[in-house]
């Protein structure tokens, strides 16, 4: 208590301002509280099992800790503002200089953001915690043992088709034909069931020219024969269109087109490269980014099962399910009884299959069912699921589970988990939110320490009715007038109603009562900001229906195009400082004004 | 010998003739004229050695008389300006479609001055301070100030121009806080601003109270705390608004003779208006007296030498109208007036206040009470 009333007298005697607003102690205490957070983000994920389901960084929002946040938040804040409000230099006229007022300014900013930012330290306790128990190098180990492993893991059927195979080279550059109608029967091809495949090289077209709807015109030769393509890509201008061209013969690799452990080739996981991406804003998908099938994997899996080693193979099981054990992954497997459905060392062909969920239903899982279901009706879709099914290999995969499963889905989530946590960048992504919560606040406080609790009310008030007033005039003029551009009416109704609120306390400085100006003041205040705001949309929305009668839309300059969100966020924020620095000297003036 | 140690020889004096009471305070005026930090950090250590031993007079007067002559040996600095601080020509205030109008008032005041302003309630005596106080805009006229800094801009010049409404806001925190935090805005230096609180504390009779908080003070100890907190801002006018209301009547005479002397520090005097509703005690302790009713100000016109004044007192007595008539008739009485407890008594210029006396004493006239307010606004009030 001693040592808080000397360093209180200390402040006292030296910065007023800082006494005042009370700043050290709240940072003390924010301090300490965002330690708290961090270490709270540094257990709560100890358990692997937490890392199971999607999406941890939302588990502060499900968990409740938000919940802890705000109470704690609005806590600090209310007694925060108790012991401030106990004094106010500038409303007693004592001496404050126009830097000491924008001081106070940046001390309730400062107070409030270090008050309301507890997510931070949490998150950054969660990814040091990650970051820590996950260490980059023991991740690229996991995960090359896992991918190995995985192949072995005979969860679906798919990835053992012959349409899987990558390696050797020529099957990355060749198509794979699955669809019987494009299948040429006369030329080497391979049946199994009631599926079959067949491969071909291709040849492509590019296209640069585009239709008015911007989209890339179809080769006109192709168009003309009614010739398919098998894929396309586009890279820059130009559109690649693939076309079959010839069947080539791979019999050289290929024996057969049973379900083989030697085409598998995707990786269960690939991790993120560098710190910048975050796999949370992958465009394709924001949770699972599907890896590519990949030539490598293949190659390294057909070099393991050529060499036909027993033990390799049972020390690459052995430590995928030792890495699962470590990451708390449902499964039933064992070493022994995995390699038993795994080795079949003459083609290596894949007989038995791994469920990959605990209480797995297969039947509420029948897509193919499912498909059919919805195409045909009742008892079409009975005879016909009896004749796809019979001979389909899903059929097989149906009829030769074993009592086995390993959660895969757990696994992947795991992985993305930890991958994503560590390279996720939480504060460019977040601060923002807590950036502008905080200026709005110190900007609503420090009008009311400028002016007054009645003042505050009345430009409350004032703004409502103003809102009411442009709502109804706008509606007025889109019913009397026109309503095609009642956006821009409006925009600059507001703009010169904003010009107007914000010249009367600079430039007529005695007009009105002080209540009025007080009021004009306070909305200048809070509505600097969004009248810059209003002035970039303006000019943006000049520049999108300039840009609309110009045919190609992607050269035009658009203002809050060229400015991506982050950037506008940051001028506007860098304005409402300035602008709240400079306008100090009209509250000065104000304050100082009789009634 | 200069006027400062002119009050040193005073104040020594009143402790020779063991005057402590009022002696201690004026001490305390001396020795914040020195503005020297050693005269303030022994000020302040006697007083707390006072406050802990009520009973040793004789050793206080000792230790006192000591502490006085190193203050009559330090030079303070005399402030000798005649200028005026505030000069108000001809300023009006209308209310509400000109149903009440205040003025026009023209007063000029300078550093050290102590103007009264009296008027009974509704006369536009709270009106006038504020508008002084640059807190109401007037209507018309003129006000201008002249401060040490010049041309200040608005906002500095209502540092130093402090109007204390009759209700003085609530407080919050710490009243020592409260008193160290103006100093530091005022940018006195760190080191003597605790010393500058304590004196101020020790001279406003606040020592034993300054750790109390502000609920648990009395009305007059409000008020003492808010001149305090005022007094540190060294302000250059200062306004009060009935700072004697909800005191008893020592209190109000103590305040009234605190406030005169300090307004008459030697080196920083305060321009002071302060209304009140005791006239007695007002007029005691001010320069002048500005009467206000209706909202006008009618400044008495100076007697002409020739002219003997109209003698005028004021009696209560149990005695009959007819009584008194026959008592004075022979004083040539002009006027009596009964207000239903008070006689007022007119005489004509040849009588004196000591005939009356006499006459009233031959005749064995039961008095409770009289006075002579030929030349109090009093006599404003009963007219």
């Known amino acids: ?595 | 010998m200069s006027r400062h140690q002119q009050r040193v020889q005073e104040v020594i004096t009143f402790f020779e003739n063991k005057d402590v009471f009022l002696g201690f305070r004026k001490l305390l005026d001396c020795a914040m004229d020195t503005q020297n930090m050693d005269i303030y950090r022994e000020a302040v250590e006697l007083t707390d050695w006072k406050e802990k031993h009520p009973n040793e007079e004789e050793t206080l007067i000792h230790r006192t008389i000591a502490l006085l002559e190193k203050i009559g040996n330090i030079e303070v600095k005399e402030h000798h300006t005649n200028e005026y601080v505030l000069k108000a020509t001809e300023i009006t205030k209308s209310y509400g479609n000109h149903k009440f109008t205040l003025g026009p008032v023209s007063l000029t005041l300078k550093k050290g001055e102590v103007f009264g302003l009296v008027g009974e309630n509704g006369n536009g005596k709270t009106t006038l301070l504020r508008i002084l106080a640059k807190e109401l805009a007037h209507s018309s006229g003129t006000l201008d100030y002249s401060f040490a800094v010049k041309n200040p801009t608005d906002y500095e010049l209502r540092t130093k121009l402090v109007y204390i409404p009759q209700r003085t806001e609530k407080w919050y925190g710490s009243l020592m806080d409260n008193l160290r935090f103006v100093l530091s805005n005022y940018g006195e230096k760190p080191e003597e601003i605790e010393l500058r609180v304590l004196m101020m504390v020790a001279r406003l009779g606040l020592w034993n109270y300054k750790h109390l908080k502000w609920s648990e003070l009395s009305s007059g100890y409000k008020m003492r705390f808010e001149l305090a907190r005022t007094l540190l801002r060294k302000p250059e006018i200062l306004l009060l608004d009935e700072p004697l209301a909800n005191l008893d009547v020592l209190a109000q005479q103590i305040i009234l003779e605190d406030l005169k002397s300090i307004a008459n520090s030697v080196n920083n005097p305060i321009a002071l208006i302060l209304s009140s509703q005791q006239l007695y005690e007002v007029e005691k302790i001010s320069d002048k007296v500005i009467f206000l009713k209706n909202g006008k100000y009618n400044e008495p016109k100076p007697e002409t030498e020739t002219e003997k004044p109209t003698l005028i007192l004021e009696l209560d007595s149990n005695s009959t109208r007819e009584e008194l008539t026959n008592v004075f008739s022979e004083l040539a009485i002009e006027k009596i007036t009964f207000n239903g407890g008070i006689y007022m008594l007119y005489f004509s210029g040849e009588t004196t206040f000591s005939d009356v006396i006499l006459a009233l004493g031959q005749n064995k006239i039961p008095m409770i009470y009289i006075r002579d307010i030929s030349a109090s606004t009093r006599r404003f009030f009963v007219n």
């Open chain 1, 1 to 595: 208590m001693n040592f808080i009333n000397k360093i209180n007298k200390y402040l006292i005697e030296r910065f007023p301002t800082i006494w005042n607003t009370k700043i050290v102690w709240i940072l003390l205490i924010s301090l300490l509280v965002h330690i708290i957070f961090f270490l709270i983000g540094y257990v709560s994920h100890t358990n692997p099992q937490t890392l199971h389901y999607g999406y941890i960084v939302g588990d502060y929002f499900k968990s409740g800790m938000i919940l802890v946040h705000i109470i704690i938040s609005l806590l600090m804040i209310t007694g925060w503002l108790v012991a401030m409000f106990k004094n106010n230099a500038f409303k007693n006229f004592y001496p404050v200089s126009r830097t000491q007022l924008f001081g106070q300014f940046l001390c309730y900013f400062i107070i409030i953001f270090c008050s309301v930012s507890f997510y931070f330290p949490y998150i950054a306790g969660l990814k040091m915690f990650i970051s820590n128990k996950y260490p980059d190098d023991l991740m690229i180990k996991n995960v090359a043992v896992i991918n190995k492993a995985n192949a072995f893991l005979s969860t679906d059927y798919q990835s053992y088709q012959l349409s899987q195979r990558k390696y050797p080279q020529i099957f990355e550059e060749l198509h794979c034909e699955t669809n019987s109608d494009y299948i040429d029967y006369s030329k080497n091809h391979y049946a199994i069931r009631n599926e079959v495949y067949q491969f071909y090289s291709l040849y492509q077209k590019a296209v640069t020219q585009k239709n008015e709807y911007n989209e890339f015109l179809y080769p006109e030769e192709e168009q003309k024969k009614n010739i398919d393509f098998v894929s396309y890509q586009v890279r820059n201008d130009t559109c690649f269109y693939f076309y079959r061209k010839e069947v080539v013969d791979v019999s050289e690799y290929v024996k057969n087109a049973e379900l083989s452990y030697y085409n598998f080739s995707r990786p269960f996981y690939t991790l993120s490269s560098g710190t910048s991406s975050n796999r949370y804003d992958d465009y394709n998908d924001p949770y699972y980014p599907l890896p590519q099938n990949d030539a490598q994997l293949n190659q390294q899996i057909i070099k393991l099962l050529d060499r036909s080693n027993p033990e390799e193979i049972k020390q690459i099981l052995d430590d995928f399910l030792h890495i699962s054990k470590q990451l708390k992954i449902k499964t039933n497997l064992n070493t022994n009884d995995w390699f038993k459905i795994v080795y079949h060392p003459d083609n290596f062909e894949v007989k038995q299959f791994i469920y990959n969920n605990f209480n797995f239903d297969l039947n509420s899982y029948d897509a193919e069912a499912v498909v059919e279901a919805a195409t045909a009706n009742a008892s079409e879709a009975v005879i016909a699921e009896e004749a796809v099914s019979r001979n389909s290999t899903y059929y097989f995969f149906k009829n030769n589970h074993t009592n086995y499963f390993y959660e895969t889905g757990t696994l992947k989530n795991t992985l993305v988990n930890i991958d994503s946590m560590k390279n996720y960048d939480f504060i460019s992504q977040n601060i923002h939110i807590y950036l502008w919560l905080s200026f709005i606040l110190s900007a609503l406080i420090f009008s009311f320490r400028v002016t007054n609790l009645r003042t505050v009310i009345f430009t409350g008030i004032t703004t409502g009715v103003l809102s009411l007033l442009v709502g109804l005039i706008s509606l007025m003029y889109s019913l009397s007038v026109s309503s095609y551009n009642v956006e821009y009416f409006t925009s600059y109704f507001i703009l010169a109603l904003g010009f107007i609120i914000l010249s009367i306390p600079v430039f007529m400085p005695k007009s009105g009562s002080k209540l009025f100006r007080g009021i004009l003041i306070n909305m200048s205040i809070l509505g600097f900001v969004p009248y810059v705001f209003l002035i970039l949309g303006i000019i943006t929305m000049h520049q999108k229906d300039a840009c609309r009668e110009v045919y190609n839309y992607s050269d035009c300059f658009i203002l809050l195009q060229w400015l991506d969100s982050t950037t506008t966020s940051w001028i506007l924020l860098t304005t409402g400082f300035i602008f709240l620095l400079i306008y100090t000297s009209v509250i000065k003036k104000w304050r100082a004004l009789p009634e």
